[in-house]
């Protein structure tokens, strides 16, 4: 079957997700200034990677430094609202929990 001749619901489109600006107040460390971080999509291994990590906010650093503008010491002195809005940003990202089959919290 060529791509012309498929059903519109045969095909799934991945649009670009762009990169989002947290600005927050400015942060000087080893000589540098910062006052905001760019982040951009993560890869899918980053994403697993960081469900190792044991808190959410290490998770969301994780993401940070992996796909963000700072360095990782910087990301350890940002107000708790930067991390909130980093994982607002990174959430859409993030596969949805499937239920274990057998699982009788589930109902089933």
């Known amino acids: 079957m060529s ?19 947290i600005r ?16 951009s999509p993560p890869s899918a291994q980053s994403l697993d990677e960081a469900t190792l990590k044991p808190t959410g906010i290490q998770t969301v ?24 809005f980093a994982d607002r940003y990174f959430e859409r990202f993030k596969l949805p929990v499937l239920p274990v089959a057998g699982d009788a919290s589930q109902g089933g």
């Open 3 to 21: 791509e012309t001749s498929m059903a519109a619901d045969d095909v799934d489109v991945v649009e670009a997700i762009p990169s989002r600006t």
């Open 24 to 39: 927050f107040p400015k942060l000087s460390f080893a000589g540098t200034d910062y006052d905001h971080v760019i982040l």
């Open 61 to 84: 650093q994780h993401l940070m430094r992996k796909h963000g503008t700072l360095p990782e010491a910087v990301l350890h002195l940002l107000l708790p609202q930067v991390i909130e």
